[in-house]
């Protein structure tokens, strides 16, 4: 029996296309037809975890990744009716990656996440030295731990052989492509996601490779889906010998066209690992906020939003340290209370829209009558406060926005969660329900390129929970305590401005 949104290999339409989502927790990877529709019984996963540390690192070992994704390709391209029927291969990953590799192309340097924070000291240095307003203008993005300047800065005085080593600084995408094909393929979102690009003219900033001593040969040149790889000869997988290999994408990018939000009137919350709110723009937002990111994303289109680094992550957290009751839902659905402590959920530090990387989780108004499931509702309600913080520095900006559909692990497994979403953001919150939309979106726009003309398959969507009224004061006065908590708490600079409820 196949899923409602899956369709038997029989039943499925040309041309297919594999799609491969490296994610937080895992490397997956599934045939999809030409109607966006996963094909049933030819999907893959294989989990993983980030190794971290309390020095803030958040690191994966990329080869580590390359046999995960040589795993799923084994499992599903190895079907003999699929000879001849994949017409291309698509992979997004998380975004912000970095890893050094050699000449040869070999790694340097474990793969840093986008969680990895000991590049933090030259933050500070590099907000010292350079406008960071004018930054953020140019390139879209922040100084912060996340990007790349960073990173090179930190990396040459603390393993300074290896940066010297360096012939080139690859995303965990690009070291996975050349592993397999040659090439290290990046899309432009990947690049993008760097945050060493303008995100009007698509060419590396040069200031900040000047302040980290970072070369422009140094990095892939961005290369747009409508240009994939031609076909290379691998005889471990002869049902991909006619496929084209699109350049690597961000996750971020393929979870927007996955959930549906495919222009500026949808605004998706992500509810992975991490998380974040995006919404897809005609060209770059102009001005942008200075809260937020704006990536390009292709010659014609950005993505403007904000990443949240806890989101299944807290929630993990609290499941594996907490002696939580099997019932979360009725601790979801219960009425709120001004006894839920009041969480800062910041485990791995803070992007948007503070971007303080040295942020930590805090948990406010414990007393010895707080149970563990008001610690884990309060860890729930932080998170939808966070979202609430990226969501007031986006509206002015993206005021044609008339849904908000939210997709991701959290969101399946805790749907009830999302009528907190609601009440805290004060606007309906619709689930799309579908597994692996990332992935989904990751297939799409392949086959954008590969089969323009085919029908797509209409995502799937369950609730839409509208704001309660009647929560609308509670709400506006924990949203109140938050911010009076984060000033006082969250070391580096916050965001100025009304937007920070000072």
């Known amino acids: 029996m196949t899923r409602n949104d899956d369709v038997a290999l029989d039943a499925a339409v040309d041309p297919?296309?594999?799609?491969?989502?490296?994610?937080?927790?895992?490397?997956?990877?599934?045939?999809?037809?030409?109607?966006?529709?996963r094909v049933h019984g030819l999907q893959h996963k294989v989990p993983h975890a980030f190794t971290v540390a309390p020095d803030g690192t958040s690191v994966i070992d990329p080869d580590q990744v390359t046999a995960e994704v040589e795993q799923v390709l084994d499992a599903v391209a190895g079907a003999p009716r699929l000879s001849n029927?994949?017409?291309?291969?698509?992979?997004?990953?998380?975004?912000?990656?970095?890893?050094?590799?050699?000449?040869?192309?070999?790694?340097?340097?474990?793969?840093?996440?986008?969680?990895?924070?000991?590049?933090?000291?030259?933050?500070?240095?590099?907000?010292?030295?350079?406008?960071?307003?004018?930054?953020?203008?140019?390139?879209?993005?922040?100084?912060?731990?996340?990007?790349?300047?960073?990173?090179?800065?930190?990396?040459?005085?603390?393993?300074?052989?290896?940066?010297?080593?360096?012939?080139?600084?690859?995303?965990?995408?690009?070291?996975?492509?050349?592993r397999l094909t040659g090439q290290p393929l990046a899309g432009t979102s990947t690049v993008a996601w760097?945050?060493?690009?303008?995100?009007?003219?698509?060419?590396?900033?040069?200031?900040?490779?000047?302040?980290?001593?970072?070369?422009?040969?140094?990095?892939?040149?961005?290369?747009?889906l409508?240009?994939?790889?031609?076909?290379?000869?691998?005889s471990r997988w002869p049902a991909l010998a006619r496929a084209v290999w699109f350049p690597v994408i961000t996750d971020g990018f393929a979870s927007n066209i996955g959930a549906g939000a495919t222009?500026?009137?949808?605004?998706?919350?992500?509810?992975?690992?991490?998380?974040?709110?995006?919404?897809?723009?005609?060209?770059?937002?102009?001005p942008l906020p200075f809260g937020l990111w704006n990536y390009r994303v292709d010659a014609?289109?950005?993505?403007?939003?904000?990443?949240?680094?806890d989101v299944g992550r807290a929630v993990s957290w609290a499941q594996d340290t907490l002696?939580?009751?099997?019932?979360?839902a009725d601790v979801l659905t219960a009425a709120p209370s001004d006894a839920t402590p009041l969480v800062l959920p910041y485990l791995t530090g803070e992007r948007a829209p503070g971007w303080a990387g040295g942020a930590r989780a805090l948990f406010g108004g414990v007393s010895a009558a707080t149970g563990a499931d008001a610690m884990f509702r309060g860890v729930i309600e932080g998170v939808a406060m966070t979202y609430a913080r990226v969501a007031d520095e986006l509206?002015?900006?993206?005021?044609?926005?008339?849904?908000?559909?939210?997709?991701?692990?959290?969101?399946?497994?805790?749907?009830?969660?999302?009528?907190?979403?609601?009440?805290?953001l004060g606007r309906p919150v619709t689930h799309v329900t579908r597994r692996r939309a990332t992935q989904r979106g990751t297939a799409l726009l392949a086959l954008d390129v590969l089969a323009p003309d085919v029908e797509r398959s209409q995502r799937t969507t369950g609730a839409t929970y509208e704001p309660r009224p009647a929560y609308a004061e509670h709400y506006a006065q924990r949203r109140a305590r938050f911010a009076e908590l984060y000033d006082v708490t969250v070391p580096g600079p916050g965001v100025k401005g009304p937007a920070s409820a000072r």
């Open 300 to 309: 014609g289109r950005s993505l403007l939003g904000g990443a949240i680094n």
């Open 85 to 178: 029927r994949i017409a291309g291969v698509a992979m997004d990953t998380f975004a912000a990656s970095l890893i050094a590799v050699d000449r040869t192309g070999h790694a340097l340097t474990p793969c840093l996440t986008y969680a990895d924070s000991r590049s933090a000291g030259a933050v500070t240095a590099l907000r010292q030295q350079l406008d960071e307003h004018a930054v953020q203008q140019r390139t879209g993005t922040r100084l912060h731990t996340s990007y790349h300047a960073p990173r090179l800065r930190w990396l040459a005085a603390t393993q300074p052989q290896v940066a010297s080593a360096a012939a080139s600084w690859w995303s965990l995408g690009e070291y996975v492509w050349f």
């Open 194 to 224: 760097t945050g060493l690009v303008d995100r009007r003219t698509g060419e590396l900033d040069a200031e900040l490779l000047n302040a980290v001593g970072a070369r422009p040969e140094q990095f892939s040149p961005p290369r747009d």
């Open 226 to 234: 409508s240009d994939p790889a031609p076909a290379v000869t691998l």
């Open 16 to 37: 297919l296309v594999l799609a491969m989502d490296i994610g937080s927790t895992a490397t997956r990877g599934g045939v999809h037809d030409a109607t966006g529709r």
């Open 323 to 328: 002696r939580l009751s099997p019932g979360l």
């Open 395 to 424: 509206s002015p900006a993206a005021p044609q926005v008339v849904q908000v559909a939210a997709a991701g692990r959290v969101s399946n497994d805790h749907p009830e969660w999302l009528q907190i979403l609601a009440d805290v």
């Open 263 to 286: 222009d500026a009137t949808v605004l998706t919350a992500a509810t992975a690992t991490s998380g974040a709110l995006r919404v897809l723009l005609d060209g770059p937002a102009d």
